[in-house]
């Protein structure tokens, strides 16, 4: 180990090294030594405590003088002497400087630094911020080390019973009691165990080996048994509504929102997972398509039946008729009032919009893609009769792609479920977007063939017609 006598003329002379480092100890004070590395010069001490070779941290070069870093290393190496480790002492300062702080951390303040983090899906995003601020919104600026056990019993109860209910699109006539109390007992579980994810990243210490007792934990305790036993949602469309609801959806103005609900039942994918496909994305050649962004982090790959790969290719090919379409009618507007002619140039713009987004399904908002359809949606109810969420659409493909009697293997790789661990068996199954083709095509046909269901006519009643004067009488 080289030794030379530790000056700030001696450590200006030292060169940084191009890889890894170099420990240089003073030939006066044993244990005193600069460290240089590619970048910096650091002051150290270093001596054996307990029989362990201690080293600890002074000061960089630029922050400190070679006289005082050497003053400094006389108080360190005295104290080693008699048993003290420096680097457990600077621990403890930084882990009472740490619980300091966190006892000033705001709920506010963790949710930032869990939503933060990275790694976190836009929708997870939006649906956590969205809950805190629902349901939460008077504890964001308490320190969140002061929510309690009670208090979080008392605001689940309050979710469930509505009293903190959120506002939603209203169906006239379309919820009974029981599914608005279900959705009620759902945002309450769902806001506790968002609740209970960002207590644990804030506070949950790993290395000092004490458990946190984190305060939603008493929704799961043996006394309380608290979280409520929400029914998974089954509904779907019924295949003497299809026909209705198909005809409601091809009836639709709203010619985006019109392909993207016929491309969410023919697919049964997730409402998501559809909005953000692109044009990129999809290959005509292969007759198939990917979507990136799923639920599971996979990517999906699904091939276009015949049905499917003409709605796209109508609807790129749709794109630009209908940017023609906008400028013709933009240059018949020249006699036209100033309104008219606004909603010409709004028809346009939308037009050229669409043509130059890459999504499939294009829509207004910042993200881009097709969001919100609510209004559609109550259109083909009032329409129809046909009451329906995007996912009824993946529901109802699911359902029947399992009449058709296909293996369930092959409905997991449609829907793009994982297999389970313990299944042996389907770790063995690769179902390639070709395997899948055949049985894609057949559940295109039946819903085709079921979307064109008519109602049996009922006979019609004979009526004996009398006429005048009783001749109709025997």
Sequence with gaps: MPVLHITKTE???????AQGRIDYFDDRLKGFGVRVSAKQKTYFAMRRVDGQLVRTRIDTADKITA???RRKAERLLADMGQGQNPNEAKREARKRAAEERKKGLTLQEALDQYLNKGKLKPRTLTTCRGLFQLYLSDW?????????RDMVRSRHREIA?????RQRFSRKGSDPPEAIEQRREAAADNCMRALRTVLNYCFEDEESGTPYLNP??????K???AWFKVDRRRTLIKNSDLPAWYRGVMGLEHTVARDYFIFLLFTGLRRREAATLQWRQVDFNERCFTVVDTKNGDPH??????????LLYDRKEGLAAELAAAKSALLSTKKRTQKQRQAAANRLALAESRLESPYVFPGE????CIENVKRPIEQIRVTTGVTFSPHDLRRTFATVAESLDLSGYTIKALLNHRQQLSDVTGGYIILGVDRLRAPMQRITDTLLERTKLTTKPQPAKVVPLRSAGGAGKK
């Excluded at 450590?11 to 090294?17: I, Q, T």
């Excluded at 964001?140 to 929510?147: K, V």
């Excluded at 908002?365 to 881009?368: D, I, L, R, S, V």
């Design 11 to 17: 450590v200006d002379k030292l060169e940084y090294v």
């Design 67 to 69: 006289t005082e870093a």
């Design 140 to 148: 964001l600026e308490r320190p969140a080390q002061e929510i309690t």
């Design 161 to 165: 019973a509505g009293q903190r209910q």
């Design 216 to 221: 939603v934990n008493v929704l799961s305790s």
């Design 223 to 225: 006394r309380q048994k």
């Design 301 to 310: 790959t699904l091939p276009l039946s015949d049905h499917l790969w003409k």
């Design 365 to 368: 908002t910042k993200a881009g």
